[in-house]
Structure formats: structure tokens, C-alpha cells
């Protein structure tokens, strides 16, 4: 049986939380009730406001071709692209199953996250841009913010070493990088990569495959 000053301590302490959140309920009533007419249709405007910012900064986006993952015919259309968006995911691929196996994958990730901007351009047919940028292994995703790469995802290392990985995989790897916003897992974004950011103007070295 339970010792009798315990089962008094528990119960005082019970007490005590739930006079805790007694209170701040009150508080939040209190608050509320204060509110007058002008307060509330002051609140009612700035939520009016926040969703027009809301619904062309959408409108927007999908102007832009975010909303849809497509491929940027040339080295030119990729300079037009990355100025043009804040977010850009960038697959640079070749005809193989890897990179396959990421464009589906990337092709479900637009949809969902309409801030960013989803693409892909053949590597091998842009050696310019590769060597800048430093592309060797494919497939490469280039995470780009604001006109520079911030970061990279090479291979499938990263995501379990092996072309299985989920799509909420990927998700929670460009969550990390901050290119995509994904709600509810802000932990995600305190870990950042500690490479410098790439601008797409930056000069770089020589480029090569893998094998398929």
C-alpha cells in the first residue's frame, strides 16, 4: 500500500498543475474578453491580408513552374530559373535507373511543396554548368537558395546507401537544407550543412561521370 504522505504529495502536486492550467485558461478568456469590436475586426483584416499575400505569392509560384517537376532544356534556362525563384531543387541526371528512381520521388515532392521550385537538366549535356558546379557523381541534387548552391545531395549515400530510400526520406533531407518548408519538423533545420554556398556565377573545376 501506497505510504499516506506520498499519496499527499501527489495529490498536491496534481493540484498544483491543474491550478496552473486554471489559470492560464483564464488568462487566455480574460484576454479575449477585452477584445473589443475594433480589436476584432483589426485581427479579422490582418488574417485577410496575410492569405491575399498568401494566395498570390502561390499564384506566383505556379507562374514560375513551381507546383510541377520539369526539365530545363538548356544551361541558359537554368540562370533564368534559379534567379527567378527563391527555391530551387536542381537533379542534374543522366539516362539511367538511379536517376530515375530519384525523379519519381522528386516528381511527388513538387506537388506537395509549391515554395520550390523542382527541376532537372542533363548533366552531360551541360558540361559547362557541371563544372562549375562541381558535378561529378550522378545523381547529384543541387540545393539551391537565392541564387547559389547551398547544398548538395550526391548518390544515395545520404539517404541509406541504396535506391530504396523513401520519398519522406528525401523530404526530411531537403527539410534539413531548408530548401523545402516542412512543417512539423523544425529539428530538422538546426543541423545545416557546413559547406560554403556555390554561387551559380562561380567559376569551379572539371567535371566527370559515373558509371552507369
Known amino acids: ?37 475594433d480589436d476584432i475586426e483589426a485581427l479579422r483584416e490582418r488574417r485577410l491580408q496575410q492569405m491575399k499575400k498568401m494566395a498570390e505569392k502561390r499564384s506566383r509560384w505556379i507562374s514560375l513552374g513551381h507546383g510541377e ?27 539511367n535507373w538511379p536517376c530515375k528512381v530519384v525523379d519519381k520521388h522528386l516528381n511527388i515532392l513538387a506537388k506537395k511543396h509549391i515554395e520550390t521550385r523542382f527541376v532537372k537538366i542533363n548533366a552531360e549535356k551541360s558540361p559547362f554548368l557541371a563544372e562549375k558546379l562541381k558535378i561529378v557523381v550522378l545523381p547529384t541534387l543541387a ?30 533531407r531537403l527539410a534539413k537544407a531548408q530548401v523545402i518548408i516542412f512543417e512539423g519538423e523544425s529539428s530538422l533545420h538546426a543541423s545545416k550543412s557546413s559547406s560554403q554556398p556555390r554561387s551559380v556565377r562561380q567559376s569551379s573545376n572539371s567535371y566527370s561521370s559515373d558509371s552507369d
Open 143 to 172: 540545393l539551391i537558395k537565392n541564387a547559389k548552391v547551398d547544398d548538395y545531395v550526391v548518390g544515395f549515400d545520404e539517404l541509406g546507401g541504396t535506391d530504396e530510400f523513401s520519398t519522406e526520406e528525401l523530404e526530411e
Open 69 to 95: 517537376y520539369s526539365e530545363i532544356p538548356s544551361e541558359k534556362d537554368f540562370f533564368a530559373a534559379v534567379k527567378a525563384s527563391e527555391r530551387v531543387v536542381c537533379h542534374f541526371y543522366r539516362p
Open 1 to 37: 500500500m501506497e505510504n499516506p504522505n506520498v499519496q499527499e504529495i501527489l495529490e498536491k502536486q496534481v493540484l498544483t498543475v491543474a491550478k496552473a492550467v486554471e489559470d492560464k485558461i483564464d488568462e487566455e478568456i480574460a484576454a479575449l474578453e477585452r477584445l473589443d469590436l
